[in-house]
């Protein structure tokens, strides 16, 4: 049975058939994948194989949350940990090119795959590309640990965003650097979602969000001092 896999907030023309996914070929994806597998990362779906213009990967079993919301400490150094693992199997690839490593673009609990509650494997491989490290971790600070609306108290956000560097392992500087990250991530979204003419909303959001950690940049960097 062919299944339609929605939730992403591309429409992307992704599917399920048993154990697979079937996707529109993505050449770079392909390669990453192909890369993370050879160099013994598990958390990320397997390239299987591609049939003309469709990629099919391993399905991952799990949960996959539909939106955003607070996550646990637990949760969120999982997160990190994961995507620290998944740079390292990038690092000095010809992939990476100039860069550092590989980066997702869009390490998010939208596109990470749950097992017992706990993020195993990160999907949806799309906008990945050769990048600095620390544009995924701000990503993933942002998208796991901070939101305007603070559901989760500022305080708690800023500890769990110190959480985060460190189950990361970054460095000095590197925590010096982050909130930048973030801001800057943030930007580049409003600035693609203006580029695709996404709805009013989506794009108000993101404005929102680096409005916010604009403001209190100052608890988060103390946080991370
Ligand atoms: N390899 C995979 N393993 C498990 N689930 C997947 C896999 N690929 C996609 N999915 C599911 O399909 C949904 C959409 O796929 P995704 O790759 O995130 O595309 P997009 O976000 O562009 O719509 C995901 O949210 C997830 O639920
Ligand atoms: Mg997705």
Do not use: K
Not at 18 to 26: A, D, L, W, Y
Not at 105 to 115: E, L, M, R, T, W
Not at 202 to 216: D, M, N, P, Q, Y
């Amino acid at each position: 049975m062919i299944e339609r896999l929605t939730g992403g907030r591309l429409a992307s023309g992704v599917f399920r058939s048993g154990n697979e996914v079937h996707r529109p070929r993505s050449d770079f994806a392909a390669s990453v994948l192909t890369l993370l597998e050879s160099r013994g990362f598990r958390g990320a779906p397997r390239f299987l194989r591609r049939t003309g213009e469709t990629d099919v990967l391993s399905f991952v079993p799990g949960h996959v949350p539909p939106r955003f919301r607070p996550w646990s400490d637990a949760q969120v150094g999982a997160a990190a940990l994961l995507l620290r693992e998944m740079h390292d199997a990038t690092r000095g690839s010809d992939l990476a090119g100039r860069f550092d490593v590989v980066c997702h673009h869009d390490p998010g609990p939208n596109n990470a795959v749950f097992q017992h509650d706990v993020p195993v494997a990160f999907i949806d491989f799309d906008e990945a590309a050769p990048g600095s490290h620390l544009e995924d971790v701000g990503y993933l600070a942002w998208t796991w640990s901070i939101s305007s609306r603070q559901a989760m108290p500022l305080d708690h956000q800023a500890r769990q965003v110190r959480l985060i560097a460190d189950a990361y392992g970054l460095d000095v500087s590197e925590r010096h650097a982050l909130v930048d990250c973030v801001l800057e991530r943030q930007s580049r979204n409003v600035r693609f979602w203006t580029s695709r003419a996404a709805p009013a909303d989506r794009i108000e959001w993101s404005r929102r969000e680096h409005a916010f950690v604009h403001l209190h940049r100052d608890v988060f960097d103390r946080e991370l001092a």
